[in-house]
C-alpha cells in the first residue's frame, strides 16, 4: 500500500521550497527537517484534524513516524510533562530554579550527585508521564470520532471524520459510504486514506471486527503503547528506508532518507550534520551487535519506550554529555552548565554559587 510518509515528504519538499522563495533564500531541497517542528500552531483548521490523526511526533520515542532522529528526546526524558514550561516560561532565573527542583528529584539518594541508576529510574518514569498524557489524550480524541458514544469506532465514522477535517462534505461523504458509492477525493488524500485504514486494520485486536474501542484506538494513534503496533511502526520504517528491499537497514540506506541535492554551502552543512548524526546514532545505539545491519527486531528494541536497558544506557550517554569531572556521575553545576541539552534553555550564567542556594 502507499505510505503516507511519502506523501509527507512530498508535502514538505515544496514546502521548503516555498520557503525559500518567500526569503529569497537559494533553492535548496535538502534533506526534510522533524515534521513536527514544521506544523503552524496557529493554523485553526488544523486542530481538529490534529486530535484524529496518529501524530508525526511521539515524545519519548527515539525516532519519528517518519524515520527521522527525534531531536527533543533528550528534552521529553528529562523534564517529562514539565517540557512544556521550560518552552513558555524563557525567564532564565525560574527556569533555573525549576532544573535545580528537579535535580533534587532525580538525586533519589540525596548525594548531590546523579548516578545511571537513579537517571534510569528517571528516565522511565518520565517515560510514563508521556504515556499518561497520551492516553488522556486519547479519552478526547475518541469522543470526537465516536458520535453515537456506543464505545466502538467504525472505519467509516473514522473516515468521515478524517475528510470532514480536510475540508469535504460531511454529510455527502457520510452518504456515499452508506450507499457505497465512490468517494471522489484527491490523490494525494486518497493514499493517506489507504496508509490510515491498514494501520486501523493493524490496531484492530483479534478477534478483528472491524471495529476500534478506545484501547485499539489508543493503539491507532500512538503505536508506542501497543506492542504489535510498536512493531507495525517499525515495519513502516523499515520500508520507506529499505532500498534492497531485505526487510534490513544498512547504514548507507538509514543515513540516505531522501537524497537531497544541495546548491551552496550553508545547504550542505546542514546536509552534512544530518548524515553525521544519523550515522553515529546507527553505529553507537541502533546496531546493537555493531555487525553493520540493523534488523526489525534491533530497531524495535531500539525504539521500544519502556525498555528498561535502553533506558539505563541513554542515562548513561546524557551523564557522558556534562560529566566534566569523569566521575560517571552528574552534580548540579554539571546539568545547569549543559542546560541547553537537558531543557533547551541556556542558563550557563546562574551555575556559580548554586550550593549555597541548593
Known amino acids: 500500500l502507499p505510505s503516507v510518509v511519502v506523501v509527507d515528504r512530498h508535502l514538505l519538499a515544496v514546502s521548503m521550497a516555498l520557503f525559500c522563495l518567500l526569503h529569497n533564500t537559494t533553492d535548496v531541497h535538502a534533506r526534510p527537517a522533524n515534521m513536527s517542528s514544521l506544523k503552524d500552531k496557529n493554523n485553526p483548521t488544523s486542530k481538529e484534524e490534529n486530535e484524529i490523526l496518529p501524530p508525526d511526533h511521539l515524545n519519548g520515542m527515539k525516532l519519528e513516524m517518519d524515520g527521522h532522529i527525534n531531536k527533543d528526546f533528550h528534552q521529553e526524558v528529562f523534564l517529562g510533562k514539565e517540557m512544556e514550561e521550560f518552552e513558555e516560561d524563557s525567564e532564565p532565573r525560574r527556569n533555573r530554579n525549576k532544573l535545580i527542583d528537579?535535580?533534587?528529584?532525580?538525586?533519589?539518594?540525596?548525594?548531590?550527585?546523579?548516578?545511571?541508576?537513579?537517571?534510569?529510574?528517571?528516565?522511565?518514569?518520565?517515560?510514563?508521564?508521556?504515556?499518561?498524557?497520551?492516553?488522556?489524550?486519547?479519552?478526547?480524541?475518541?469522543?470526537?470520532?465516536?458520535?453515537?458514544?456506543?464505545?466502538?469506532?467504525?472505519?467509516?465514522?473514522?473516515?468521515?471524520?478524517?475528510?470532514?477535517?480536510?475540508?469535504?462534505?460531511?454529510?455527502?461523504?457520510?452518504?456515499?459510504?452508506?450507499?457505497?458509492?465512490?468517494?471522489?477525493?484527491?490523490?494525494?488524500?486518497?493514499?493517506?486514506?489507504?496508509?490510515?485504514?491498514?494501520?486501523?486494520?493493524?490496531?484492530?485486536?483479534?478477534?478483528?471486527?472491524?471495529?476500534?474501542?478506545?484501547?485499539?484506538?489508543?493503539?491507532?494513534?500512538?503505536?508506542?503503547?501497543?506492542?504489535?503496533?510498536?512493531?507495525?511502526?517499525?515495519?513502516?520504517?523499515?520500508?520507506?528506508?529499505?532500498?534492497?528491499?531485505?526487510?534490513?537497514?544498512?547504514?548507507?540506506?538509514?543515513?540516505?532518507?531522501?537524497?537531497?541535492?544541495?546548491?551552496?554551502?550553508?545547504?550542505?552543512?546542514?546536509?552534512?550534520?544530518?548524515?553525521?548524526?544519523?550515522?553515529?546514532?546507527?553505529?553507537?545505539?541502533?546496531?546493537?551487535?555493531?555487525?553493520?545491519?540493523?534488523?526489525?527486531?534491533?530497531?524495535?528494541?531500539?525504539?521500544?519506550?519502556?525498555?528498561?536497558?535502553?533506558?539505563?544506557?541513554?542515562?548513561k550517554q546524557m551523564i557522558a554529555v556534562a560529566d566534566e569531572n569523569q566521575n560517571h556521575n552528574l552534580e548540579l553545576e554539571e546539568i545547569l552548565k549543559y542546560s541547553e541539552y537537558f531543557t533547551g534553555s541556556k542558563l550557563m550564567d546562574y551555575a556559580r554559587n548554586v550550593h549555597e542556594e541548593f
Open 102 to 315: 528537579i535535580f533534587s528529584k532525580v538525586d533519589f539518594n540525596k548525594d548531590k550527585s546523579v548516578s545511571a541508576k537513579e537517571m534510569q529510574r528517571w528516565i522511565v518514569e518520565k517515560t510514563e508521564e508521556h504515556f499518561q498524557e497520551a492516553v488522556r489524550e486519547n479519552k478526547m480524541s475518541f469522543h470526537a470520532v465516536d458520535p453515537d458514544g456506543d464505545g466502538h469506532v467504525t472505519w467509516d465514522e473514522y473516515r468521515v471524520k478524517f475528510l470532514a477535517s480536510k475540508g469535504f462534505n460531511k454529510k455527502e461523504m457520510a452518504d456515499k459510504m452508506k450507499n457505497s458509492e465512490e468517494l471522489k477525493v484527491d490523490e494525494e488524500t486518497q493514499e493517506v486514506l489507504e496508509s490510515l485504514k491498514d494501520r486501523w486494520f493493524q490496531a484492530d485486536n483479534p478477534p478483528a471486527d472491524q471495529l476500534l474501542n478506545e484501547e485499539e484506538f489508543l493503539s491507532f494513534l500512538h503505536p508506542e503503547h501497543s506492542k504489535g503496533m510498536l512493531k507495525y511502526m517499525v515495519k513502516e520504517i523499515v520500508r520507506d528506508l529499505d532500498q534492497d528491499s531485505d526487510k534490513k537497514l544498512t547504514l548507507s540506506e538509514f543515513i540516505s532518507l531522501p537524497m537531497g541535492t544541495v546548491e551552496n554551502q550553508q545547504a550542505q552543512d546542514i546536509d552534512d550534520d544530518w548524515v553525521r548524526e544519523r550515522k553515529k546514532e546507527f553505529e553507537e545505539v541502533i546496531d546493537g551487535n555493531h555487525d553493520g545491519i540493523v534488523t526489525m527486531e534491533e530497531l524495535q528494541e531500539y525504539m521500544d519506550p519502556m525498555n528498561e536497558y535502553n533506558a539505563l544506557n541513554e542515562a
